[in-house]
């Protein structure tokens, strides 16, 4: 069984900085290509960013220019580095683990719990 463990949400004041760690076990770390997605509240989970095996990274629009995700592959872990965070970023953000192409949409095998990130105007 693969688990997913997110970590270092909180509580930021617009334009902080925050990085968001997703500890996996139970698996070869390097099988899968890992994503993160956020959910507000009466929203769909969306997209934020994805990285592949070889560390082919992805973003979305919104995010792009100010999130950095990376994997380190010794410690069986992926990060979302968040900087000039906005209001509109507040959201559970959740990392999911697949097995394939790194998508767009939330078709992924495994998932985290969640990390609440809220940005304050």
């Known amino acids: 069984q693969v688990q997913l463990v997110e970590s270092g949400g909180g509580l930021v004041q617009a334009g902080g900085s925050l990085r968001l760690s997703c500890a996996v076990s139970?698996?070869?770390?390097?099988?899968?290509?890992m994503g993160w997605f956020r959910q507000a509240p009466g929203k769909e989970r969306e997209f934020v960013a994805g990285i592949s095996r070889s560390g082919v990274r992805y973003y979305a629009d919104s995010v792009k220019g100010r999130f950095t995700i990376s994997r380190d592959n010794a410690k069986n872990t992926v990060y979302l580095q968040m900087n000039s965070l906005k209001p509109e970023d507040t959201a559970v953000y959740y990392c999911?683990?697949?097995?394939?192409?790194?998508?767009?949409?939330?078709?992924?095998?495994?998932w985290g719990q969640g990390t609440q990130v809220t940005v304050s105007s």
């Open positions: 999911g683990a697949r097995i394939g192409l790194v998508v767009t949409t939330p078709e992924y095998d495994y």
């Open positions: 139970g698996r070869t770390f390097t099988t899968y290509v």
